[in-house]
């Protein structure tokens, strides 16, 4: 199974974007994205020094539209990624590259939420100087009780040996004074305390813009950042989206998803490096390929052919699917079992795992076309678990 993610921020640098744009139509459909961005992403990515794309508002907008663009080069033919990929999953504002390469949102929505995104970081990082730091090595739970001691949030917990700290700068000066044994201290090139409580003006302004954009189930399965959870309702994906922005990143529980999907081969969209390196570690046997440069597209989509499968959910216009977010052992609801029709929302049942119990929903409702598992069935993430037919809308 082949699973792609795209980047967050800190993985820019300088000059990056200059191989890209020597293609004319990666130029021109990168000037497109810009354009509706209204920012020169072109100059950021081949001309601006590493201080200067460090800026939340404009690191932000050039790694989505490089990311989306370069999707793009990787499977000219759109089908042909849906028929290969397995789930996506982006990190921090990587998610949004996800959700519109898997069609929950368009390409321009994704440029004008990024845009916003970013200024509103932007502003709610400047009212208080924070930052953060990624602590490597050490004891995971020595790690993060220093990080509770300092008043600081593990915003980013990146798997095993890479937890990110965050907060003001007066808490990670004296973290650093202070850090846990066995740990190396690394300050980030970011502009703020990204995803913590910093943060939650931006996250006001995000929702509200959000409620105006018209979602779509994605195409491909997406795994959120949250909870690591496999999302398939479009409008939970941008929700989730919108909430992360304040909430602590847990690439970790995406990784043990992408293991119980049964992944072989993870490709990271460009600037790539930072996520391949930590799945290096983290997922022994998994194949990676970090795509940084366009003469790596030919051996990038060998990868793909090599390691792609369609996608457990198959959707067309006559009905839809509803999958399980998590690996556990599914219990329907006694009541969804008897009905043919269900309302929007309604509860069909929920998963059970050694961690948590997971309601699931029929959100979209319908009539029921088919079960396709049975009480007490063991699922994986992303399996289907019930085919509903819509209901007419007037």
């Known amino acids: 199974m082949l699973v792609i993610v795209a980047p967050g921020q800190g993985a820019q640098t300088p000059g990056f974007l200059t191989p890209w744009l020597e293609d004319p139509t990666f130029a021109s459909r990168f000037d497109w994205l810009a354009t509706v961005a209204g920012i020169d992403?072109?100059?950021?990515?081949?001309?601006?020094?590493?201080?200067?794309?460090?800026?939340?508002?404009?690191?932000?907008?050039?790694?989505?539209?490089?990311?989306?663009?370069?999707?793009?080069?990787?499977?000219p033919h759109p089908a042909d990624a849906f028929s290969r990929i397995g789930a996506v999953a982006g990190h921090s504002v990587g998610e949004l590259t996800a959700a519109a390469g898997a069609r929950a949102v368009t390409a321009e929505q994704a440029m004008v939420l990024v845009r916003e995104r970013g200024n509103a970081m932007a502003d709610a990082a400047a009212t208080t100087a924070t930052g953060m730091t990624a602590v490597l090595g050490g004891d995971r739970d020595e790690v993060l009780a220093a990080i509770e001691r300092h008043g600081l949030t593990a915003a980013n917990d990146n798997g095993p040996g890479q937890v990110v700290a965050a907060g003001t700068t007066e808490?990670?000066?004296?973290?650093?004074?202070?850090?846990?044994?066995?740990?190396?201290?690394?300050?980030?090139?970011?502009?703020?305390?990204?995803?913590?409580?910093?943060?939650?003006?931006?996250?006001d302004r995000l929702a509200s813009l959000a409620r105006s954009v018209s979602t779509h189930d994605p195409r491909t399965p997406v795994i959120s950042n949250r909870d690591g959870q496999v999302v398939h309702d479009g409008r939970d994906v941008l929700r989730r989206i919108v909430g992360q922005i304040s909430n602590p990143v847990r690439w970790d529980l995406c990784l043990e998803t992408m293991s119980d999907l049964g992944v072989t081969g993870i490709l990271e969209m460009p600037p790539a490096g930072t996520l391949t390196g930590i799945a290096k570690r983290a997922l022994k046997g998994v194949e990676t390929f970090a795509l940084k440069t366009p003469d790596q597209l030919d051996d990038?989509?060998?990868?793909?052919?090599?390691?792609?499968?369609?996608?457990m959910i198959e959707t067309t216009p006559t009905w839809r699917m509803v999958v399980s977010p998590a690996k556990g052992t599914f219990h329907i609801s006694a009541e969804a079992a008897q009905l043919h029709l269900l309302a929007p929302g309604a509860t069909i049942g929920e998963v059970a795992s050694l961690r948590d119990r997971t309601e699931i929903t029929a959100p979209h409702g319908g009539s029921v076309v088919e079960w396709l598992?049975?009480?007490?069935?063991?699922?994986?993430?992303?399996?289907?678990?019930?085919?509903?037919?819509?209901?007419?809308t007037l």
């Not at 790694?63 to 663009?69: M, N, Q």
């Open 300 to 311: 990038a989509r060998e990868f793909c052919d090599k390691h792609g499968e369609a996608s």
């Open 373 to 392: 598992v049975e009480d007490g069935d063991l699922v994986s993430p992303g399996q289907p678990l019930l085919r509903l037919h819509p209901e007419a």
């Open 41 to 75: 992403l072109a100059h950021y990515g081949t001309e601006a020094d590493a201080e200067t794309i460090r800026d939340t508002k404009i690191a932000q907008p050039l790694l989505v539209a490089t990311g989306l663009i370069a999707a793009l080069d990787l499977f």
């Open 171 to 203: 808490q990670l000066a004296a973290f650093a004074d202070d850090p846990p044994a066995k740990a190396r201290l690394m300050p980030l090139s970011v502009a703020g305390a990204f995803h913590t409580v910093h943060m939650a003006p931006a996250v």
